[in-house]
């Protein structure tokens, strides 16, 4: 089974923008995500995945892969292109380029639900612990079957309690939140991004919602390491 790993990585981003070339204690963050991301022994190769000529050069200059894309919506989108230009790969994997110090376990992790052959998307998912972070919109939450399977993403916190305080819900189920690194069959990955965008996906802003909907089955494997986003030059500076 090849494996090939893309980080999609734009300049332009509206909260952030040349954040993944921002100095993280003396490399980029688009060099340490591809450093950790070399790690995992179970990647066949790794790609940046970029729009902009500057990240495009940056990740030569440090001895990286790149490949420049069209400007594309969304990092899968960016995924698809370069993954279809590269057909001798089984599965692709989706690493985030803005989570500096990824863990390998986790890709190690996620690449493994793989070996079940029908299989057709993957994901992490993390237990929650507190009800500030169950109530926080700003991180999505995963609905999950008895077959680690997806059912159903939002930002709400699901299901509803019924007759018990918000503040007490993790006392009487079992929540998730998303870790957002995902992997998919190379044939699988060609054909979501070719789905219209869906009425869930708009009410929730999740494209992973536009995949259920159309049936696509979304496997999950639970971890237990943490991974830090930097969306915001605030959540940079938290992390130094």
């Known amino acids: 089974m090849k494996v090939l790993g893309i980080i999609p990585a734009r300049y332009a981003s509206s909260r952030f923008p040349g954040k993944p070339l921002v100095d993280i204690a003396g490399k980029s963050m688009i060099q340490r995500v591809y450093e950790q991301a070399k790690k995992c022994s179970l990647l066949s190769d790794v790609i940046v995945a970029t729009d902009d000529g500057r990240i495009f050069e940056h990740v030569i200059e440090f001895g990286g892969v790149c490949a420049m894309t069209a400007d594309h919506q969304s990092g899968t989108d960016r995924c698809a292109e370069v993954a279809g230009k590269h057909q001798k790969y089984d599965i692709i994997i989706n690493i985030q380029g803005d989570e500096p110090y990824i863990e390998p376990e986790q890709i190690a992790r996620l690449i493994n639900c793989f070996t079940t052959p029908d299989v057709q998307i993957a994901t992490l998912i993390k237990r929650i612990k507190t009800a500030e972070e169950l109530h926080n ?104």
């Open 137 to 240: 919109s700003s991180s999505p939450k995963v609905v999950v079957n008895k077959l680690d399977e997806a059912v159903y993403f939002s930002r709400s916190a699901l299901p509803h309690i019924r007759g018990e305080e918000p503040k007490n819900w993790l006392d009487f189920y079992p929540y998730f939140k998303h870790i957002g690194i995902y992997g998919y069959r190379a044939d699988v990955l060609q054909q979501i991004t070719k789905l219209p965008v869906s009425a869930l996906e708009k009410a929730e802003g999740l494209e992973q919602l536009r995949w259920i909907e159309n049936g696509y089955r979304i496997k999950v494997a639970e971890t237990e390491l943490e991974t830090y986003a930097i969306d915001t030059p605030a959540d940079l500076e938290l992390l130094k």
